[in-house]
């Protein structure tokens, strides 16, 4: 089992930028594909991006492609979210996921077994 707490959401102009970072406690984080996913309010929940185990193979949604960058660090149990060119689109709760089955990155929910809290990001313009 493994423990998720993201942190680096807040607010920002249009254009800016934020970094996300998901920590993980419990099991070894190189035992689960790693996945950030959204919900806006009043909204289902998004896939945004996911990164492989050994973090060599990315996926993101059509949306955030050329603005978003994941990546992860297995010694120190991080993923991050580099976030760039920030639209008011992007608001939403941001959330970590981890997924211990699938082989390669997942955009499909369903397939992660754990979850963090979110973490706020809001976009004015």
């Known amino acids: 089992q493994v423990q998720l707490v993201e942190s680096g959401g807040g607010l920002v102009q249009a254009g800016g930028s934020l970094r996300l970072s998901c920590a993980a406690s419990?099991?070894?984080?190189?035992?689960?594909?790693m996945g950030w996913f959204r919900q806006a309010s009043g909204k289902e929940r998004e896939f945004v991006a996911a990164?492989?185990?050994?973090?060599?193979?990315?996926y993101y949604a059509d949306s955030v492609k050329g603005r978003f960058t994941i990546s992860r660090d297995n010694a120190e149990k991080t993923v991050l979210l580099q976030m760039l060119s920030l639209k008011p689109e992007d608001t939403a709760v941001y959330y970590c996921?981890?997924?211990?089955?699938?082989?390669?990155?997942?955009?499909?929910?369903?397939?992660?077994?754990?979850w963090g809290q979110g973490t706020q990001v809001t976009v004015s313009s």
């Open positions: 996921a981890a997924d211990r089955s699938s082989g390669a990155p997942q955009p499909n929910s369903a397939a992660y077994d754990y």
């Open positions: 419990g099991r070894t984080l190189r035992s689960y594909v």
């Open positions: 990164i492989s185990r050994g973090g060599l193979s990315t």
